[in-house]
């Protein structure tokens, strides 16, 4: 029924404000809803006014009070075929907080010399996705210099993967002996960690050492921050694999878990097959066999006496 009062159209049974409130409050489960997204975008425009007043200005800084085992950063210098990489770690490890400290002023390598690329997957936590992943470039005369992306951290600051959602490390290649950022990993952690050989085409393996070497210096010259999804060990090098062939490395949820990507990498034809993704799993794995050496040899040299 309507009725006309004073020129204004009042409805005694329409939905009007007051109404809607009674019902509101008549409805608990409606009342929840309402209540949860008014926390939500509470939380989504305070997460919007705290990233652009307080993290978006931040900006990625080469100079400051660094932890020990990445004070230095490095540098490369091409000269031809051959790089000279400077401040090269080389670390003795007894525990994580007992150790010798050393950095290698410099250390050439020709390009012309490369006898294998490995991509090494540390699997540090007992969640299978959260690893660690690097690279591992050895050379005909022995020498093997490892390569892995870092968040980079000052003295008494520790990684948490919330941190690095925002800008709270830096992004730090380091380039060290595997004998020092393995040993770490496989007698010190004891982590679980694999080792894969990488198939590289004809010539891909130099633009390899090249694209390396060229971020290494990029990182000097324009710092850039860490992240715990879009800027990773993992991201990192896929995304140097993709400007040495595009495309090489299609985008998978696997590349943001990096403890997954053993499956993708045997699937993609990165790495070599010794019999099937299972055994290749098996074989692969250095950790146990490193920590049963003996101290005869170099710690690379005995790895590769027990891969394929």
Same mark, same amino acid.
């Given at each position: 029924?309507?009725?006309?009062?004073?020129?204004?159209?009042?409805?005694?049974?329409?939905?009007?404000?007051?109404?809607?409130?009674?019902?509101?409050?008549?409805?608990?489960?409606?009342?929840?809803?309402?209540?949860?997204?008014?926390?939500?975008?509470?939380?989504?425009?305070?997460?919007?006014?705290?990233?652009?007043?307080?993290?978006?200005?931040? $900006?990625?800084?080469?100079?400051?009070? @660094? &932890?020990?085992?990445?004070? =230095?950063? #490095?540098?490369? /210098?091409?000269?031809? %075929?051959?790089?000279?990489? $400077?401040?090269?770690?080389?670390?003795? @490890? &007894?525990?994580?907080?007992? =150790?010798? #400290?050393?950095? /290698?002023?410099?250390? %050439?390598?020709?390009?012309?010399?490369?006898?294998?690329?490995?991509?090494?997957?540390?699997?540090?936590?007992?969640?299978?996705?959260?690893?660690?992943?690097?690279?591992?470039?050895?050379?005909?005369?022995?020498?093997?210099?490892?390569?892995?992306?870092?968040?980079?951290?000052?003295?008494?600051?520790?990684?948490?993967?919330?941190?690095?959602?925002?800008?709270?490390?830096?992004?730090?290649?380091?380039?060290?002996?595997?004998?020092?950022?393995?040993?770490?990993?496989?007698?010190?952690?004891?982590?679980?960690?694999?080792?894969?050989?990488?198939?590289?085409?004809?010539?891909?393996?130099?633009?390899?050492?090249?694209?390396?070497?060229?971020?290494?210096?990029?990182?000097?010259?324009?710092?850039?921050?860490?992240?715990?999804?879009?800027?990773?060990?993992?991201?990192?090098?896929?995304?140097?694999?993709?400007?040495?062939?595009?495309?090489?490395?299609?985008?998978?949820?696997?590349?943001?878990?990096?403890?997954?990507?053993?499956?993708?990498?045997?699937?993609?034809?990165?790495?070599?097959?010794?019999?099937?993704?299972?055994?290749?799993?098996?074989?692969?794995?250095?950790?146990?066999?490193?920590?049963?050496?003996?101290?005869?040899?170099?710690?690379?040299?005995?790895?590769?006496?027990?891969?394929?």
């Amino acid at each position: 029924m309507e009725r006309w009062i004073g020129g204004t159209k009042k409805c005694e049974f329409g939905i009007g404000g007051e109404h809607l409130i009674e019902q509101l409050f008549d409805d608990p489960i409606l009342l929840g809803l309402c209540a949860i997204a008014l926390v939500v975008a509470i939380t989504i425009l305070l997460m919007i006014f705290i990233w652009t007043t307080k993290i978006w200005p931040l $900006k990625p800084k080469l100079e400051a009070n @660094w &932890r020990s085992d990445c004070e =230095f950063h #490095g540098q490369a /210098i091409i000269d031809g %075929t051959k790089i000279t990489f $400077k401040n090269v770690r080389d670390f003795f @490890w &007894r525990t994580t907080k007992d =150790f010798d #400290g050393n950095w /290698i002023d410099e250390i %050439t390598v020709d390009s012309e010399e490369i006898k294998d690329i490995w991509f090494v997957v540390d699997q540090f936590h007992s969640i299978k996705g959260l690893a660690h992943t690097l690279v591992t470039i050895e050379f005909n005369d022995g020498v093997c210099l490892s390569f892995s992306f870092e968040a980079r951290r000052v003295v008494g600051q520790r990684y948490h993967p919330w941190d690095g959602l925002w800008r709270a490390y830096e992004l730090y290649l380091l380039v060290g002996l595997e004998s020092d950022i393995m040993g770490l990993r496989t007698n010190v952690s004891k982590n679980k960690d694999y080792m894969f050989r990488a198939i590289t085409p004809p010539g891909k393996d130099k633009q390899m050492l090249f694209g390396l070497a060229k971020k290494l210096n990029k990182l000097v010259e324009e710092p850039e921050f860490y992240h715990s999804l879009l800027t990773t060990c993992n991201t990192s090098i896929v995304s140097l694999v993709n400007k040495v062939t595009p495309g090489r490395i299609p985008f998978t949820w696997r590349n943001l878990l990096p403890g997954y990507t053993p499956r993708a990498a045997f699937k993609l034809g990165l790495i070599e097959d010794w019999g099937g993704f299972d055994q290749t799993i098996e074989v692969s794995r250095i950790d146990l066999i490193a920590q049963k050496w003996d101290g005869e040899g170099t710690y690379s040299e005995m790895l590769r006496e027990h891969l394929p």
